[in-house]
């Protein structure tokens, strides 16, 4: 997907308040690893998150995301009932029915011209949205639109800890659950529009896909319960990795050397380092979430821009390639000039 006429207003993130430390984690555990014979400090070792957050008890993915929708669209400065068509992302929904995005629409006081559905496809779901609504504007069918995602680990890291706590638990079990502990919870909206409307805006260049489903095994999860092949799925992400980075250099004509910033969906430590190491991409240049949010999900790419930008770091005129892999497996990395 290619786009001549589509732009970034903004971008906006909300942290979630509380932290929950890994040591405090291993702590919990401590019973179970040592019965196992698995190091006390593997968590922070392994991920290199040393911390994530978690909201307040009973906060609702809608409501995290209508929180982050806000500050994107008071950002952008425009009246929100330009807006087209509102697009929730989270993997964490409110209700099976009706959609998290329905409510984040009543939330917002969006008009009813403006269409909103769920949208969701694991980790890769943001960058999946800014694919949909960026062809949406393209067409002329909408002039505005926005993205949002709330993500909450409260009741998956709760439920997990609660389960590896068992004097039954065995090892195969405990290391397939082990990737629910990296989980954060955060909350992130952005605002695209026709690049005609906003000459200021930041140009949407365009992205390439890649699917290799038949990975779709190695990760399963719902609200409470996540079972991972770790291993696995590592190694299956970096093959496509590849494949998609090829395609990208080709479409969009990427090198490693004139992108200025990396926007990268992150696991963990060894996921960053690994992704970076076989692209050749200099770690500098990737904004680091993981060791104090851990893995937000979807929300993770908006998450890691928006943070960047409130450093200071981007710059207008700069070049910033979207790297996002989601379970299943699939590929995106898109690039927007800033």
């Not at 690994?274 to 200099?282: H, K, V």
């Not at 207008?316 to 299943?328: C, H, K, P, T």
Request: proline share 3%; glycine share 10%; net charge negative.
């Amino acid at each position: 997907m290619k786009f001549e006429n589509v732009s970034v207003l903004s971008v906006a993130h909300v942290d979630a308040p509380h932290r929950v430390t890994s040591e405090e984690i291993e702590k919990q555990l401590a019973p179970t690893m040592d019965r196992l014979g698995i190091r006390p400090d593997l968590l922070r070792n392994l991920s290199g998150i040393m911390e994530r957050r978690v909201w307040d008890e009973g906060m609702q993915p809608s409501e995290v995301a209508a929180m982050a929708g806000e500050k994107a669209i008071e950002a952008a400065g425009i009246d929100r009932s330009k807006l087209g068509i509102l697009i929730n992302t989270s993997v964490c929904r409110d209700y099976l029915e009706p959609s998290t995005a329905c409510i984040a629409h009543a939330e917002l006081g969006l008009p009813e011209t403006c269409m909103n559905f769920d949208l969701g496809n694991a980790c890769l779901g943001f960058v999946n949205g800014m694919d949909m609504v960026g062809n949406l504007i393209e067409r002329g069918q909408v002039d505005y639109a926005i993205l949002v995602n709330g993500e909450t680990s409260r009741q998956i890291t709760e439920a997990t800890i609660k389960r590896m706590q068992d004097p039954e638990i065995d090892e195969t079990s405990f290391r397939e659950q082990f990737a629910s502990l990296t989980l954060g919870s955060g909350a992130a909206a952005m605002v695209l529009g026709r690049s005609d409307l906003e000459p200021d805006g930041h140009t949407f260049t365009g992205s390439v896909n890649l699917a290799a489903t038949q990975h779709c095994r190695l990760c399963a999860g719902n609200i409470d319960h996540m079972v991972t092949k770790t291993r696995e799925l590592l190694i299956a992400g970096m093959e496509l990795a590849v494949r998609t980075w090829a395609r990208a250099a080709e479409a969009l004509g990427w090198t490693v050397d004139t992108i200025d910033h990396f926007i990268v969906h992150q696991v963990s430590k060894v996921h960053t380092e690994q992704m970076a190491g076989i692209l050749g991409i200099d770690v500098s240049k990737i904004f680091r979430l993981y060791p104090d949010y851990g893995n937000i999900g979807p929300a993770g790419v908006p998450i890691a821009l928006s943070k960047l930008l409130e450093s200071g770091k981007l710059e207008r005129g700069q070049r910033v390639a979207i790297l996002g892999i989601g379970s299943g497996i699939n590929c995106t990395m898109a690039e927007l000039l800033w």
